[in-house]
């Protein structure tokens, strides 16, 4: 796994993270909302019921700022003999900290959980705008992204 710069970790997300500026970096990422502290745990404590699903880790700086922040949920599904697929989503790097490599490096941690846990492939969808980010990450593309959008 590639190194993080010094005095920075990634560990698992936790509830305290609210306080450390987990909502701002995923605002580089898309519309967050108004989230209070306890809808923020609550949402933690639903990803901790489902240990085997739900992974999404924070790289944090040296005075314990989020700094990035994304997820993989595991699938498991009949085809491929009862496997599992892994889905990579809501990777955001705080804006004054992007470009370097924390975004490469939390893809790297997040697709050796998804190999750990014995997932067959992992997936994501993105803009094509960050194609080339994927692609450096190791990834390669594969098919067309569809929606249905409520
Ligand atoms: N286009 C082309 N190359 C890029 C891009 C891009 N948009 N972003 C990064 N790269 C390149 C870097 O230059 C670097 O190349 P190098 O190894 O040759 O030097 C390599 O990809 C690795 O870049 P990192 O430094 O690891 O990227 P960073 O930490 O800045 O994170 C990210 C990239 C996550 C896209 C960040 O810019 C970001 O948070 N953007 C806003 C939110 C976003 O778009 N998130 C992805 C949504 S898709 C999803 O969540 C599944």
């Known amino acids: 796994l590639p190194p993080l710069p010094d005095g920075y970790h ?3 997300i936790c509830s305290d993270d609210y306080g450390r500026g987990a909502l701002e ?16 745990e609550h949402t933690i ?3 901790a019921r489902h240990p085997e699903i739900y992974h999404t880790l924070v790289i944090l700086d040296l005075s ?10 595991v ?12 889905h990579i989503e809501d990777i955001a790097v705080r804006p ?3 470009g370097k490599k924390l975004g490469c490096t939390l893809i790297r941690h997040l697709i050796k959980i998804a190999g750990s846990l014995d997932c067959y492939k992992v997936i994501l969808d993105c803009d094509p705008a960050n194609e080339m980010f994927y692609a450096k990450c190791g990834l390669s593309k594969a098919g067309t992204e569809m929606q249905f959008r409520f």
């Open 10 to 12: 990634i560990r698992k």
């Open 25 to 40: 970096v995923l605002k580089a990422l898309t519309t967050v909302g108004e989230i209070t502290n306890k809808e923020f």
């Open 45 to 47: 404590e639903t990803w």
């Open 64 to 73: 314990e700022t989020v700094v990035a922040i994304g997820s993989v949920i």
């Open 75 to 86: 699938e498991s599904k009949l085809i491929h003999h009862c496997g599992k697929v892994g």
């Open 96 to 98: 004054n900290q992007q």
